[in-house]
């Protein structure tokens, strides 16, 4: 990248219930990677799915962000439908159209339970790759399926490549397509498109060129980076944060209401809980009230690292 581009990063969170402690944990994460940078911040509702998203979690989620002192330069904002997914279908129905064009889109019929059987074992960590049961049906075959009254997903064929990138947290990371990732869906059955062509679409005509999220989406990186070359878009460099645990050892959930942050701003302050994400974050060597500003110009990635961290259930008495 240019050392004259403007790093523009973005802030991308699913609207489906309250954040918590990890969303804001990942939320600071990323507001100090790009101010460091002296880039611009984005903010997106990534609400790509109707029965779980609604609007008063994005009003209140952008709420949050406010009062934590995470703010934007340009994004999300009441009755601005530019920056949330469910109102970006037409941007998604293009880059799909161009995708088909190039031969590259199938349906697949598979139900639920087929695709189980059409799986096969993935190679690393146990978790199982599409097996290509539809990848070559013939037009008279899908026809048939139509007429039955199956209503097929759509996967995109993936090549025998190595995508190859150098995450700025975690280092090299690379991946072989069809071995490690196989056919993934881009339209579910149901018309809605999936978010890996959503996030790829929307970074890439946002002119986002910093990602910085969790590393539970460490995995999808490669296919991404893969699918914005195929649309023609200059992949952002990514950073990927450490995740934090609840008791023992399990990712926060907002399923499970883990800190939400109507819990935590009935328990203490914008300043002291972001001192505590903070310390827990490797920048304070104790929890302190800090406010974000604060933090910016001693932001480092080698002081977060790598490892996960245990939050707890509870916050500390600060």
Known sequence: MNEKTLIRGRFAPTPSGRMHLGNLFAALLSWLDTRAQGGEMLLRMEDLDPDRCRSDYARLLAEDLRWL?????????????????????????????KLRAQG?????????????????????????????????LT????????????????????PHALISFTDGNFGRFSQWLDEDCGDFILRRSDGVYAYQLAVVVDDGLM????????????????????????????????CHTP?????????????????D???????????????????????????????????????????????????????PEL
């Open 69 to 97: 002192g995470l703010d934007w330069d340009m994004g999300w904002q009441p009755g601005n439908t530019q920056y949330q997914q469910s109102a970006r279908a037409d941007c998604y129905a293009a880059a799909f159209e």
């Open 104 to 136: 590259l889109l199938y349906p697949c019929f598979c139900n639920r339970r087929e695709r189980l059987a059409a799986n096969a074992p993935h190679a690393s960590d146990g978790s199982t790759l599409y097996g290509g049961r539809c990848r070559d």
């Open 139 to 158: 037009e008279d075959a899908c026809r048939s399926l139509e007429n039955a009254g199956r209503r097929p997903a759509w996967r995109i064929r993936v």
């Open 207 to 238: 002119g986002v060129n910093r990602v910085v999220r969790g590393h539970d989406l460490l995995d999808s990186t490669p296919r991404q980076i893969w699918l914005m070359r195929q649309l023609g878009f200059d992949p952002p460099t990514y």
């Open 243 to 259: 995740l934090l645990l609840g008791e023992p050892g399990r990712r926060l959930s907002k399923r499970e209401r883990d800190l």
């Open 261 to 315: 942050m109507g819990v935590l701003r009935g328990q203490t302050t914008p300043e002291k809980l972001v001192g505590y994400l903070a310390y827990i974050g490797g920048l304070l060597d104790r929890p302190e009230a800090v406010r974000p500003c604060e933090l910016v110009s001693h932001f480092s990635w080698d002081k977060v690292g790598t490892a996960d961290r245990l939050a707890g259930d509870h916050l």
